[in-house]
């Protein structure tokens, strides 16, 4: 069982900048943020291999947001610059992936709202 407790979120202005924490409980091999807008499905937005730091983003973050972690304290971070309205959502950290690919074990979310 692993526990994960996410940090940073908050209301910043268009453009801006924030940095979301996630602490695990203890080592993963892979993990990743999510988010979920208002009336939206929950989206996949970026995730980091443990082993060699290899990251995966969605599209729409390409180029703003950086994945990364710190080995020593079990923590991921996305830093997020450039921000836009349609940041704005809950952003969930997730950790480790079953045999369909689906991650297990998720924080308990933290609100962005990015405003115009």
């Known amino acids: 069982q692993v526990q994960l407790v996410e940090s940073g979120g908050g209301l910043v202005q268009a453009g801006g900048s924030l940095r979301l924490s996630c602490a695990a409980s203890?080592?993963?091999?892979?993990m990743g943020w999510f988010r979920q807008a208002p009336g939206k499905e929950r989206e996949f937005v970026a995730d980091?291999?443990?082993?060699?730091?290899?990251?995966d983003y969605t599209d729409s973050v390409k180029g703003r947001f950086t994945i990364s972690r710190d080995g020593a304290k079990n923590t991921v971070y996305l830093q997020m610059n450039s921000l836009k309205p349609e940041d704005t959502a809950v952003y969930y950290c997730?950790?480790?992936?079953?045999?369909?690919?689906?991650?297990?074990?998720w924080g308990q979310g933290t609100q962005v709202t990015v405003s115009s």
């Open positions: 997730a950790a480790e992936r079953n045999f369909l690919g689906e991650y297990v074990y």
């Open positions: 980091i291999s443990w082993s060699d730091g290899s990251t």
């Open positions: 203890g080592r993963t091999f892979v």
